[in-house]
Structure formats: C-alpha cells, structure tokens
C-alpha cells in the first residue's frame, strides 16, 4: 500500500475571508489511531506579520490546550537549525509546516494562529495530515474526503 493512501484529512481552517488583528477560527483534531500529523499552514496575501502561530495539545477536547515545546513559531528552532521567525508581510504564499511524532503527545492537537494588525491582514488556510494510522482509513469518510479518485 502507498503510504498516502493510510492518511487522514482534516479541514483546520479552511479559505475563507482575510483576517486583521484577530485570531482565526481553528478545528482541533482528535488524533486517536494515528501515530503522526503534519500540520501545513499556507498564506495568501499578506501585509502585516502574524503575531502568533503555535501547536497546542490537550488530554480533553475544547479545553485544557497548552503550548507544545519546540512548535512555536518565532522561538522554536526548524529542521535545518535556524530560529524560526513568525510569517511577516513579504510571506505571502508560503508554507510553514508542523511535524508531529504523536506517540509522545496528547490527544487533542490544536493550532492558535493570530493575524497582526496591518491594512488588510493575512489570508490563511491550515490542513491537518494525520497518517501512521493503526488501522487504515478504507473509505471516502474514514479518509476526511468528499471524493477520493485512484488510479
């Protein structure tokens, strides 16, 4: 089996109107039968910098969360070593992506993401990816799809 095909979608923030000087609406993913998630964060237009964008955890879901260590942007370093940096004006259309080993994690992963305040603010779409499943997702729902089409 292709490994991709052992994987879960999740709709965290989906493309919606520009956000300024506000946090956004975020889903957070119950992470139960699945051993890794990758968060992948993509701006749109920018024109101020984001004043948050961090991982959260917690054993109880809407409640609890609490800031995971080494997934926090603007002081946590990245793979290559480097302190990362919160996304700024010049960001737009980038990724910033969240690897997460979930064997050592809690339950409950959620993303606190807040827009600074500029002009217009910051369009921003977040996806959650979970795989490793213990137990592979076999049909369009179990994936988090509304179609899934394989050749």
Do not use: W
């Amino acid at each position: 089996m292709n490994p991709l095909q052992n994987t879960k979608l999740i709709s965290m923030t989906p493309p919606a109107a520009i956000v300024d000087n506000a946090s956004y609406t975020v889903a957070e993913i119950d992470t139960a039968g699945f051993d890794y998630l990758n968060i992948i964060c993509q701006l749109g237009a920018t024109d101020i910098a984001m004043t948050a964008l961090t991982v959260t955890e917690s054993d109880t879901s809407g409640s609890g969360h609490a800031d995971v260590t080494g997934l926090i942007m603007g002081t946590s370093v990245d793979i290559d070593g480097t302190a990362s940096v919160l996304p700024s004006a010049t960001d737009d259309n980038k990724f910033v992506s969240f690897d997460i080993d979930l064997r050592a994690r809690k339950r409950y992963i959620d993303v606190t993401a807040t827009a600074g305040d500029g002009t217009n603010g910051t369009y921003l779409t977040i996806i959650g990816l979970l795989s490793r499943a213990k137990q592979s997702p076999n049909t369009v729902a179990e994936r988090g799809c509304d179609t899934v089409l394989r050749v």
